[in-house]
């Protein structure tokens, strides 16, 4: 999680944490490691789901916007990046960094009248998770040899 904005951040990883015990999972088995910013993000996910005892990650952080374009360039990095964590793992890692023009927006979305993103995060990767397990045990069809007809 991003140390940007902490008290913001905070309440997204609680939303997600508390998303986590609802679905019978244990406080005790989350992990939370503070990142310095949102843009560290993609490499502290990558050695987590490299490691065997992770099923999937979730990261939360908040980026403003500002007098320039920098916020664009970072969330679309981060974003990449975890994407292509999660095709290479094959394990989820949820994108819930919220990119907001103010702090009213991001307090709203961290728990006010627009939700709570952290939890929405682990929603996704709590489904993800499932969906990749489930693909993981769905039986190969079998294929006639290459040449020849299905109807030979």
């Not at 997600?16 to 005790?28: H, I, M, N, P, T």
């Not at 979305?109 to 682990?122: D, F, L, Q, T, V």
């Amino acid at each position: 999680m991003s140390r940007y904005h902490h008290s913001i951040v905070d309440r997204l990883a609680d939303g997600a944490a508390s998303v986590f015990v609802k679905a019978g999972g244990e406080d005790r088995d989350l992990l939370r490691i503070d990142a310095p910013g949102a843009f560290e993000l993609p490499v502290i996910a990558a050695t987590l789901l490299r490691r065997g005892d992770v099923d999937a990650v979730v990261t939360v952080g908040l980026v403003l916007t500002g007098e320039t374009t920098h916020d664009r360039y970072i969330c679309e990095s981060v974003a990449h990046a975890l994407q292509e964590l999660s095709i290479e793992t094959g394990k989820p890692a949820a994108f819930g960094v919220i990119t907001c023009q103010t702090l009213a927006q991001a307090e709203a979305r961290s728990g006010g009248a627009k939700g709570n993103k952290g939890e929405e995060a682990m929603t996704a990767a709590l489904l993800a998770v499932s969906a990749v397990r489930a693909a993981r045990e769905v039986p190969g069809r079998r294929r006639p040899p290459i040449g020849r007809s299905q109807e030979s």
